[in-house]
Nanobody, 126 residues
Framework: QVSLKESGGGLVQAGGSLNLSCAAPELHFDEYAMAWFSQAPEKEREGVSCITWNGDEKIYADSVKGRFTIFRDNEKNTVLLQMNSLEVADTAMYYC???????????????????WGQGTQVTVSS
């Protein structure tokens, strides 16, 4: 059984920063694209970012470009989402996902996702 574990969420004021981490110790990590999704109550799931297996390509939602950065460390089976200049609209549960491809992630679709994390809450206050 493969599980992904997110950490780093919390409450922060607008303009602040958080770093989200996702650990996947049971995964053949470098065989997967890694993605971050978000979902706020009563809203559709959104794709936030995705990184290909070797880190060669990084994809971001328009709403977070220039503010968020995704990294991965294949030797440590870890993916990081650096979140800067946080806005109230960023408030959501953030989910780490291991996928066979980054395709469809920015559409909020999980059709290529093979493993999901339980999520970590990010709350941005004004």
């Amino acid at each position: 059984q493969v599980s992904l574990k997110e950490s780093g969420g919390g409450l922060v004021q607008a303009g602040g920063s958080l770093n989200l981490s996702c650990a996947a110790p049971e995964l053949h990590f470098d065989e997967y694209a890694m993605a971050w999704f978000s979902q706020a109550p009563e809203k559709e799931r959104e794709g936030v970012s995705c990184i290909t297996w070797n880190g060669d390509e990084k994809i971001y939602a328009d709403s977070v470009k220039g503010r968020f950065t995704i990294f991965r460390d294949n030797e440590k089976n870890t993916v990081l989402l650096q979140m800067n200049s946080l806005e109230v609209a960023d408030t959501a549960m953030y989910y780490c996902a291991a996928a066979s491809t980054c395709l469809d992630v920015m559409e909020g679709l999980g059709n290529w996702v093979e493993h999901w994390g339980q999520g970590t809450q990010v709350t941005v206050s004004s």
